[in-house]
Nanobody
Framework: QVQLVESGGGSVQAGGSLRLSCAAS????????MAWFRQIPGKEREGVAA????????YYADFVKGRFTISQDNAKNTVYLQMRSLNPEDTGMYYC?????????????????WGQGTQVTVSS
């Protein structure tokens, strides 16, 4: 139905930037909302940022505090997460996700399609 492929993860020094990309394919009706989640070691998976693909409305987790920006390309089949001012606490596995409804906390409500994830490591 929906296939999500992440790229752009890697290792970066504290204070640096990284841009993640998510290539989406499949039924657009199943990816009305696109989002980035992350799982920090020892913590539960949490929403980072979400975007309504048709309207362009965006939502962010509180911990982002203006450092991250979610966006999409003109064809609305690639979603990006531009991360700035990264710190070691941002280290974790980042997942692209698709579903019907975005949440104000930067996640997705209801059934969710998942990518395989991409590792982000921030060193000090």
């Amino acid at each position: 139905q929906v296939q999500l492929v992440e790229s752009g993860g890697g290792s970066v020094q504290a204070g640096g930037s990284l841009r993640l990309s998510c290539a989406a394919s499949g039924s657009a009706r199943s990816r009305n909302c696109m989002a980035w989640f992350r799982q920090i070691p020892g913590k539960e998976r949490e929403g980072v940022a979400a975007i309504y693909t048709e309207e362009g409305y965006t939502y962010y987790a509180d911990f982002v505090k203006g450092r991250f920006t979610i966006s999409q390309d003109n064809a609305k089949n690639t979603v990006y997460l531009q991360m700035r001012s990264l710190n070691p606490e941002d280290t974790g596995m980042y997942y692209c996700a698709a579903g019907d409804l975005c949440t104000v906390a930067g996640g997705i409500a209801g059934d969710t399609y998942w990518g395989q994830g991409t590792q982000v490591t921030v060193s000090s």
